[in-house]
């Protein structure tokens, strides 16, 4: 009998506390308004669970966008530098001064005998 009396004083210090609380938890869950309490738990952790799903996707969304558009902006950057260095080569040298004068020019050049 001496250990289990031993037994009982080691329970009755902190464990015991335990088994007692969920010997009660357990017809407790037969009452209506803890049915209630752990449904409305069920669903605001169902809520919460999707809330926190949206705010990472919209995280996820706007840091490839960020991405994006850095990589959108160099493209541009490079595709407006080479439309600007166009613009500035054909206006620097016209149509009109290309064409030769005289349709000669297309033969041949001579070398001069001397």
């Known amino acids: 009998m001496t250990c289990l ?19 009660a938890a357990v017809p407790a869950t037969r009452l209506y308004y803890v049915r209630e309490m752990v449904a409305a738990l069920m669903i605001f952790s169902i809520f919460f669970a999707g809330a926190a799903t949206v ?3 919209i995280f996820f969304v706007d840091l490839a ?13 490079r595709s407006l530098s080479w439309a600007n260095d166009a613009v500035k080569g ?13 349709p000669s ?8 005998q001397s």
């Open 90 to 102: 054909i206006a620097a040298r016209p149509g009109w001064a290309s064409v030769e004068s005289h």
């Open 55 to 57: 705010v990472l996707v």
């Open 5 to 23: 009396g031993r037994l009982w004083h080691k329970l009755s210090a902190g464990g015991m506390k335990w088994l007692w609380i969920g010997i």
């Open 105 to 112: 020019s297309i033969l041949p050049k001579r070398k001069a």
């Open 65 to 77: 966008s960020q991405r994006f558009m850095v990589w959108a902006e160099a493209g541009v950057v």
